[in-house]
């Protein structure tokens, strides 16, 4: 696929989520703060935790010199398919990591920055690297392990209207 591509999908991705800020901060902060059961994230911590979750499989979004890539194994696209059938089919799991689990202490505005940096940190990435590069095994997912960009877009896109479904339900 080419840099092109991504940026393309990256923008498709960043509209998505405009469009989704756009709807929530018209929301009272009660709405936005509600947990429909004590089991269930608020709203806000849905957005929190698809942030966090990015930041984590970008790998905590470090200097562009410093990214190495990663061998996979058999087993890791046999997981990685595995996890990707789990979003698709909103499939209900628990959070892999800890560093995904919402904190629910954020405003929506300290939201939008930290998912701006998050995506600026990717286009400066997919800017930064060419097609060999962007084959390579950079980014990782807690459960399935080392994934190359083309993966990682392909889960990232389906968290983002798992989640989005989520929110959409409670609108």
Do not use: C
């Not at 509209?15 to 709405?31: C, I, M, N, P, Y």
């Not at 904190?103 to 929506?108: D, E, P, Q, R, V």
Request: glycine content about 4%.
């Amino acid at each position: 696929m080419s840099k092109a591509r991504y940026l393309k999908r990256l923008a498709t991705i960043e509209q998505q989520k405009t469009a989704l800020l756009h709807r929530v901060e018209k929301l009272s902060g009660d709405t936005l703060n509600v947990r429909p059961t004590p089991d269930t994230w608020s709203i806000l911590e849905i957005i929190e935790h698809m942030i966090l979750a990015e930041h984590h499989v970008f790998r905590g979004l470090p200097a562009l010199e410093a990214i190495t890539h990663h061998k996979r194994t058999p087993v890791n696209y046999v997981v990685y398919l595995m996890v990707l059938g789990i979003l698709r089919f909103h499939i209900p799991v628990a959070v892999p990591a800890k560093d995904m689990r919402p904190s629910g202490a954020l405003t929506l505005t300290t939201l939008r920055e930290r998912w701006d940096q998050n995506h600026q940190w990717l286009r400066a990435y997919l800017n930064s690297q060419s097609i060999q590069g962007l084959r390579r095994a950079v980014f990782t997912h807690p459960a399935s392990g080392p994934m190359s960009t083309r993966q990682m877009f392909a889960m990232m896109e389906a968290h983002m209207d798992r989640h989005v479904d989520q929110i959409n339900k409670r609108l």
